[in-house]
DNA sequence: GAGCGGAGTCAACATGTGTTGGCATACGCT
DNA sequence: AGCGTATGCCAACACATGTTGACTCCGCTC
């Protein structure tokens, strides 16, 4: 945090190119630090996670993941930053939606390991469960405002569904129950959407 | 393991008193270990909860930790040890098995941190994730195949289970995500029943 | 009382961690 | 070419961790 140095953007009488991609000739360096990151965070957890292993995975010397993300915190915020990209709610019929939010988990989970860095941290470390209490809230929360018309129903809702799905997950890929691993993505989707469908849109349970 | 030691028991001619109550005077400190132990275990997962900070809550050096349970990993063996107590599936009616799992569950989460220190413990650390393999393969398992009639459907019933209830502990204990934490136990069982019951003896859906 | 073994304390070791600063190098610009 | 700066590596620090061994103290038995 030295002071002194002006943003980048419109210095006085600067020339008109902005710092340009050749000068950040770092970016390869800066993404393998961050592919690199998320495979151990996926793999280890935060403590057991640690920059050295990291730098070595990524070929490069500690300290560099000092010099470009602060530190460790840092290192895990750029590393890890999640957009669910759910679908669009009114693009979805409405007793499709257990189906539809079922398969593109569970393609989410399968296709990157962002997802298992996540919960692995989320367990351990204060900050991963804000991060992930800060997804729910920003994305899952507004999607099933979409689903339920009570208001003040939404948020039970949206905690039963995440649960659900964290849950599944968590048997998955990270306990690796043996029948949570065995069973196929259809299966799964076949069972659980139901669960979601119900979290969603049935009445509250008497 | 010094050898030398014959067993207590049976010695010859030895007096018939066994080695009386006032021999074990550790044992008070053994037990303040372990529910410091499980404490922290809970609280911080497996990397983070040191010797050093448990053996400050017991009041105690924490050599002795060592000299009691030889290592971390035994330690944490000794204060986790998780008997589920389910219930005994002959006197559940078949159609009220979802909502006393569910209760039972709850009740237990609530009850003590154990199962917290477990759940934190099996997402970071291997040894934490088998023994929860192993109260899945021995606990959870025989329960399911009480209510299932196709023996070959009983994993996966057994994993979905598991998976619901471990996920809703999951956000509601680990994560806290609030409408979870919100939610009162008889409102969570309402929501959740009907979803193990659908596991544990719906039919497999098409 | 002498001897003994368990209970507990203290200090230390070896190791691994996040983190820092200094030094070499190669690139991009004038 | 020459220079400045970004890029990278090396060595080191300060600290925390699991773990070990030697030492003291207490209660008990001969």
Known sequence: MTAGKPPASSAPSAPPTPPAPSQRR???TRAAILEA??????AD??????IRAIAKDANIDPSMVMRYYGNKEGLFAAAVTIDLRLPDP????????GRALVAHFLAMWEESEVLTALLR???TNQAGAERMQGIFREQVLPLAQRFCPDPEQVPARAALVSSQLLGFALTRYILRF???V???TQEAAAWLAPTIQRYLTAPYPQ
């Open 90 to 97: 009114a693009a979805l019929p409405r007793d499709e939606a």
């Open 37 to 42: 990151a998320r495979e151990r965070f996926a």
């Open 121 to 123: 941290v989320g367990t």
């Open 182 to 184: 065995a069973l196929d």
């Open 178 to 180: 043996p029948p949570a």
């Open 26 to 28: 770092s970016e390869a």
């Open 45 to 50: 957890g935060y403590e057991r996670a640690t």
